[in-house]
Nanobody, 125 residues
Framework: QVQLVESGGGLVQAGGSLRLSCAASGRTFSSYYMAWFRQAPGKEREFVAG????????YYADSVKGRFTISRDNAKNTVYLQMYSLKPEDTAVYYCAAVRSFSGPVVAGTTYDYWGQGTQVTVSS
């Protein structure tokens, strides 16, 4: 089992940047595929980015490709989401998620077994 705690959210102007962190408990962090999702008010949760267990492979939603970078540090049990060129439409609660064995698509929230509590990102225009 793993517990996830996000941090780094806040208020930023359009065009700015933020870095989110997700710290995981446990000694098997490197066994989990990690991802970031987000949910804006009145909208469904959506996949943002994912990173393989070794950190060598990443996957992004089209809406953030080229602006966001996901990475992980297995020695620190932490996954990051570096966000650049932020837009008002990036405003959402951002969640990190973990899965050990895939039973569905990478982009589906139902695939993931563990979730953090979320961190708010607000981008002003």
């Amino acid at each position: 089992q793993v517990q996830l705690v996000e941090s780094g959210g806040g208020l930023v102007q359009a065009g700015g940047s933020l870095r989110l962190s997700c710290a995981a408990s446990g000694r098997t962090f490197s066994s989990y595929y990690m991802a970031w999702f987000r949910q804006a008010p009145g909208k469904e949760r959506e996949f943002v980015a994912g990173v393989a267990r070794s950190g060598g492979s990443t996957y992004y939603a089209d809406s953030v490709k080229g602006r966001f970078t996901i990475s992980r540090d297995n020695a620190k049990n932490t996954v990051y989401l570096q966000m650049y060129s932020l837009k008002p439409e990036d405003t959402a609660v951002y969640y990190c998620a973990a899965v050990r064995s895939f039973s569905g698509p990478v982009v589906a929230g139902t695939t993931y077994d563990y979730w953090g509590q979320g961190t708010q990102v607000t981008v002003s225009s």
